[in-house]
């Protein structure tokens, strides 16, 4: 752990001059170069306003006025399996950051070769080129929903990387305390998600002398949990509210969980754990009742910062509780050299064998409890199938998980006696409820957005 001089200071600043373009900051509204990668004045990074300044897709937008078809990637499906980079003979693609990115654009024939073998239809083919599309709420620059007083933060309005998340979390609170007042006997704000977008508000409504509260479904920082046991990085400092700069690299997600558990008891933050929020009404005096599993809670404001994946069904044999048991894969290219298991059959199985099965070194195993998919789309079928008849997935069908162990599992196929696999990681994609289910209960409305990748 390292604490750094600056977070979000000058690195990357660009200096406006007359013959540059401007634009106004979101967040003070000072005149800021359009190239610059941070607000000349108060520091905030432009890139965080991107996203929701960003122009709503609708209908069909595949035409680029008579020009063949151009790639673009959406980045909240896309699994950094190379299957479309590998298939372009252009090298129009590239995998940057764990993601399959269009970086030149120019060389494409519009043989639309990338969005064929895409896995999970995260290459999509439009007239806009490059540009990535993705889902979020559709929200204001002041990150509130179309429902006054609910606000989106973090992996749920589109940025999910820590930086980023921890961020939002920050200039949230900022909107929201221009012009707050305090009611007695009500809480000022109520967070339903506790990762790092989660977190940081509430460090920064406790700064503000906002009085809170934190749900979370499982653990604090569960999407960081998630990640595999291998090293991540953040590359660059970031700003702490009641903590300073902080910056972790080249270490494990331990020390990662380790500095946000050591920030949490510090500040005193309340986080209710292993608490679901299950729905969100608004009162008549402008206040909203929040009710979880274990009881309702009264609020001024809720601040949505739950993540993309929704609420994954779990794993219940022993040793489901182990780090390399896993219920989503946001990045297979980080994945060479070791042995797989997947649970399920679904689209989300599919895709994410046919990820892993393409890394170079893999062994990759799938269990299904029924014989054959008969809920998969055809496209993730017949490559699925292929795969398998290819060698290079081994298909375990009619068959169950029953123990997980450190090296090993134990699988249990109808008819037969139960065999252990040698295994280093296990996705149980069982599928689960997706957050936009529990978003238009709440009258939040979903929107497409397209973002340019050179902006």
Not at 16 to 24: A, L, Q, V, Y
Not at 253 to 282: C, F, M, P
Not at 290 to 298: E, H, I, L
Not at 430 to 448: A, D, H
Request: some cysteine; charged content about 20%; hydrophobic content about 35%.
């Amino acid at each position: 752990m390292r604490k750094a001089q600056g977070a979000g200071g000058t690195t990357g600043r660009a200096t406006s001059t007359g013959s540059k373009s401007t634009r106004p900051c979101p967040q003070c509204g000072h005149a800021t170069a359009s190239d610059s990668a941070f607000c000349e004045k108060c520091g905030v990074p432009m890139m965080l306003w991107q996203l929701k300044l960003s122009r709503e897709v609708k209908g069909d937008a595949s035409s680029n006025g008579g020009g063949h078809p151009l790639p673009i990637i959406a980045q909240d499906l896309c699994i950094g399996c190379s299957a479309c980079v590998n298939a372009c003979d252009q090298k129009v693609l590239q995998i940057v950051a764990g993601k399959s990115t269009v970086l030149n654009i120019g060389a494409c024939t519009g043989a639309a070769v990338c969005a064929e073998v895409c896995p999970t239809g995260a290459c999509q083919l439009t007239g806009q080129g490059s540009s990535r599309r993705v889902e979020v709420p559709q929200i204001g620059a002041n990150f509130e929903t179309n429902q006054k007083g609910i606000y989106a933060i973090g992996e749920l309005g589109g940025l999910g990387l820590i930086k980023n998340a921890v961020n939002e979390g920050q200039l949230v609170i900022e909107a929201i305390k221009k012009d707050h007042v305090r009611r007695e006997g009500v809480l000022d704000l109520i967070f339903v998600g506790a990762g790092p977008a989660g977190i940081s508000g509430s460090l920064a409504a406790k700064e503000a002398g906002l009085s809170s509260l934190v749900f979370e479904q499982g653990s604090f920082a569960d999407t960081i949990r998630r990640f595999p046991n291998r090293k991540i990085v953040m590359a660059e400092p970031v700003k702490v509210p009641m903590y300073g700069s902080l910056w972790i690299s080249d270490a494990p997600k331990e020390t990662l969980l380790s500095v946000w558990q050591t920030i949490i008891d510090s500040a005193q933050i309340a986080i209710n754990e292993n608490e679901q929020v299950l729905g969100i009404h608004r009162n008549g005096n402008d206040t909203f009742h929040v009710d979880t599993a274990k009881g309702s809670y009264q609020c001024q404001k809720v601040i949505l910062a739950i993540g993309k994946r929704g609420s994954p069904r779990r794993l219940e044999v022993p040793g489901s509780q182990l780090p390399k048991v896993m219920y989503a894969l946001t990045d297979a290219a980080q994945y060479k050299g070791s042995r797989f298991l997947v649970v399920g059959g679904g689209d989300s199985a599919a895709e994410s064998v046919i990820g892993l099965a393409n890394q170079e070194g893999n062994e990759v195993s799938l269990s299904y409890r029924k014989k054959d998919f008969g809920r998969m789309k055809d496209r993730n079928r017949e490559a699925l199938t292929r795969a398998i008849e290819g060698g290079r997935v081994r298909f375990f069908p009619a068959s169950q998980v029953l123990e997980v162990a450190e090296k090993e599992v134990l699988l249990q196929r109808q008819g037969r006696g139960a065999e252990r696999l040698p295994n280093d990681f296990v996705f149980a994609l069982l599928g689960g409820t997706s957050p936009n289910e529990f978003l238009e209960s709440i009258g939040v409305s979903m929107v497409t957005k397209e973002v340019s990748v050179t902006a």
